[in-house]
């Protein structure tokens, strides 16, 4: 009897995480303030499902009436933990390791708005560096869980929902292997230049169960990742390196 590779493998799978708390304009939010947040820090592995806006059923997430003033041109901070009461040092297991994505969607009102449907803009991407091996949720692990997302400043004033994503590929050889995490922060931008209308997809629908970003053996990882989901170029990323 050998008990303990049994054991020594459920952490890795039950170390899950949750975009916990947001900063922005020099002040750094409460757990929970403004976001959808859930109680369970599990994945999303249905591309399909209207879950993969702004997170669901089986995680049960709470609605906030809260809405956080943002100004355009600015950089905010999406923080993740792997609990709701998880400290800096727990941001999510190091063996999930894939792509960071920020998305927005103008909404009428973002305490209510459901994030189904059209309307979303990727605004900040990191996925691997092949020189260094590193992926951008290493560098989420590693920056104390602090995703920095700059915050267009083309955009038009108003309500968004800023959705932060992480994805972790450790099982991702089969189909709907991969682990999809986010959760959606609701924002009132202002300060904006309103210069762009960027092209906007549908979540769920901009990404496909066999995305070569989604569908792939990372061990081991070879040559350069393809991070799923159109990004419009004209609203520039924030690389994080
Ligand atoms: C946003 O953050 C990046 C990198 O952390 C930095 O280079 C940039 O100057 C920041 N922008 C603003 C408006 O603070
Ligand atoms: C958004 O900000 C504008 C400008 O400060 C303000 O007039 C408006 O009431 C705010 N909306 C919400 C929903 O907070
Ligand atoms: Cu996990």
Redo the contacts with the bound molecule.
């Keep these: 009897m050998r008990p303990a590779l049994l054991i020594c493998a459920v952490p890795l799978a039950a170390a899950h995480t949750i975009f916990v708390q947001l900063a922005a304009g020099g002040k750094t939010y409460d757990v929970q303030y403004a976001i959808r947040d859930p109680s369970y820090d599990g994945p999303q592995t249905d591309v399909t499902s209207n879950n993969l806006a702004c997170n669901g059923p089986p995680n049960p997430t709470q609605p906030s009436a809260k809405?956080i003033?943002v100004t355009a041109g600015s950089n905010v901070t999406a923080i993740w933990r792997h609990t709701l009461t998880s400290g800096a040092n727990d941001v999510m297991d190091a063996g999930h390791k894939g792509p960071v994505m920020a998305y927005m969607r103008k909404v009428t009102?973002?305490t209510k708005d459901t994030g189904v449907g059209g309307g979303w803009f990727k605004i900040m991407e990191q996925g691997y560096n092949s020189k260094t091996s590193i992926w951008g949720t290493d560098m989420v692990i590693n920056n104390a869980g602090k995703q920095v997302i700059t915050i267009p400043d083309c955009l038009e004033?108003?309500?968004y929902l800023l959705r932060a994503e992480m994805i972790a590929l450790h099982g991702a050889r089969s189909v709907n292997g991969a682990q999809l995490y986010m959760e959606c922060a609701q924002i009132?931008?202002?300060g904006g230049k309103g210069a762009q209308n960027p092209a906007t997809y549908s979540i769920p629908g901009i990404y496909k169960s066999t995305d070569p970003g989604l569908l792939i053996n990372i061990y081991p990882m070879k040559g350069e990742y393809t991070i799923p989901g159109t990004f419009v170029q004209s609203l520039q990323a924030l690389p994080m390196d």
């Design positions: 809405i003033d009102d973002a004033d108003g309500q009132n931008v202002t």
